[in-house]
């Protein structure tokens, strides 16, 4: 749990629950130490409280008139004195002690939270052996209380000057480690995501500096590794490719002349022999059988190397692909939108074009099972794109790349492009992005 808050939360959680403790125990050693110190402040005046009661009862024994003495000296106390006289004649009000509030006290719950010490103490005054009042001592607290209250709001206004000092400080701190942190993640990121041209800034402590510069090199490193596989791959399909090549050239200037021999001899045979029997019915045979080896060497020509892309240019090719898909599923409603400019291509590009077309279509032709499908190739700027779509069943959940459409993911990646496959609107898409300038660099180099 600790490790789901943000690093800034588990700087200042600690921070403040340090300084809130640092209140609180600022607030206990006030509350304990306040006793004490009312009961050592107002210890002389207790003292001299007893003296003048005593010195009060000498005289009193000592004087002609005591009760004229007595209330002499009760009208010679102040009122605001902490001495004063409580009579104990019957009918005289009880004894009240002063308040601990008054207009400039501390606040109420303030006073409640403090242990106030009982400091009132009476001394009795007697005249002729009989009680007659007490000599009280009733202290005003409340500059006491309030020099209380002033020690708590300094410590207080101390606890939180100095909590926010320490959390400005810890919040630039934070900043300043946060920062370089988030750009490495950001950078991680975006290598993790194949984009490796973008430097991660080197900021901060050396620890970050440090892992900003392994993730660089990590990055320069990952740059000439990326390069490195689509040279082997551009290689790759160009070893499939001149393979390709060279058996339909074989299969064109080798079996192509057989069958038609083959299917020659058979014509010549037919003229000259009788057209009955199961002679006839033999020939016929084997002029079915020519012709569907024929049509089935024109069909694996077709896939190894498609010779008229040389010949009529991309978009004438791609257009009597469409044709043959339609002759082939007359049931699939098939709609095209092709770019006149992808004559201009050529080389390995044109071929992964043609390829990747051809590919998606076969695929919508035995495994889809649409009715509809929308071929559209369109170049925007240095960009090539290519989306076949359809409205069938869809991929299977796993979405793995069966070894047609593997083989054309490698076909470009070697040009430095993106295959992706995806379902979405009920509608299966395949969608292919090729760069043209880096392309084009590629095959002039």
């Not at 003296?51 to 002609?64: D, G, I």
């Not at 004649?89 to 242990?115: K, N, V």
């Not at 005003?140 to 606890?159: C, R, Y």
């Not at 339609?326 to 201009?344: F, M, S, V, Y």
Request: hydrophobic share 40%.
């Amino acid at each position: 749990m600790w490790h789901r808050p943000s690093f800034r939360t588990q700087l200042f959680l600690p921070l403040g629950v340090m300084f809130i403790a640092a209140l609180l125990m600022g607030g206990i050693l006030l509350h304990v130490f306040t006793t004490g110190q009312l009961a050592e402040e107002n210890e002389p005046a207790q003292r001299s409280t007893r003296a003048v009661a005593e010195a009060l009862n000498s005289v009193l024994r000592s004087s002609e008139n005591p009760r004229r003495t007595l209330d002499d000296f009760v009208r010679m106390l102040d009122a605001s004195s902490d001495i004063q006289f409580h009579s104990a004649e019957a009918g005289s009000p009880p004894f009240a002690p002063r308040p601990l509030q008054g207009p400039h006290s501390p606040p109420r719950w303030f006073i409640d939270l403090l242990t106030i010490p009982d400091l009132h103490i009476a001394f009795p005054v007697t005249i002729g052996g009989e009680h007659v009042g007490d000599i009280v001592f009733s202290p005003d607290l409340s500059a006491a209380l309030f020099e209380t209250w002033a020690g708590f709001l300094a410590l207080a206004g101390f606890v939180v000057a100095l909590a926010g000092l320490t959390a400005v400080i810890a919040y630039a701190f934070a900043g300043s480690a946060l920062r370089p942190l988030q750009d490495l993640g950001a950078g991680l990121t975006r290598i993790r995501r194949g984009d490796y041209a973008t430097p991660i800034p080197v900021a901060g402590p050396p620890e970050i500096r440090q892992s900003c510069e392994e993730a660089n090199a990590l990055a320069t490193t990952l740059v000439q590794l990326s390069q490195d596989n689509r040279d082997l791959l551009h290689r790759l399909v160009s070893l499939q490719d001149n393979e390709r090549r060279d058996l339909a050239r074989e299969l064109h200037d080798e079996l192509g002349p057989l069958l038609f021999s083959i299917r020659a001899g058979t014509i010549a045979l037919s003229e000259a022999s009788p057209q009955t029997g199961n002679l006839g019915n033999s020939v016929q045979e084997v002029m079915r059988s020519v012709e569907a080896l024929q049509q089935t060497n024109r069909r694996i020509l077709d896939r190894l190397r498609p010779l008229y892309i040389e010949e009529l240019g991309l978009e004438a090719s791609v257009q009597t692909l469409l044709r043959n898909f339609r002759k082939q599923a007359p049931h699939i409603g098939l709609t095209a939108t092709i770019d006149p400019d992808l004559n201009e291509l050529e080389g390995p590009l044109a071929q992964t074009v043609y390829r990747v077309t051809q590919e998606a279509l076969t695929n919508v032709l035995r495994h889809a099972g649409a009715r509809n499908a929308h071929v559209e190739t369109a170049i925007a700027g240095d960009v090539l794109a290519v989306e076949i779509s359809d409205d069938g069943s869809g991929f299977p959940a796993d979405n793995v790349f069966g070894r047609g459409l593997t083989g054309m993911h490698e076909r470009v990646r070697a040009l430095s492009g993106s295959l992706s496959l995806l379902r979405a609107d009920e509608r299966t898409y395949v969608r292919c992005r090729l760069p043209l300038g880096e392309v084009r660099d590629a095959i002039t180099s």
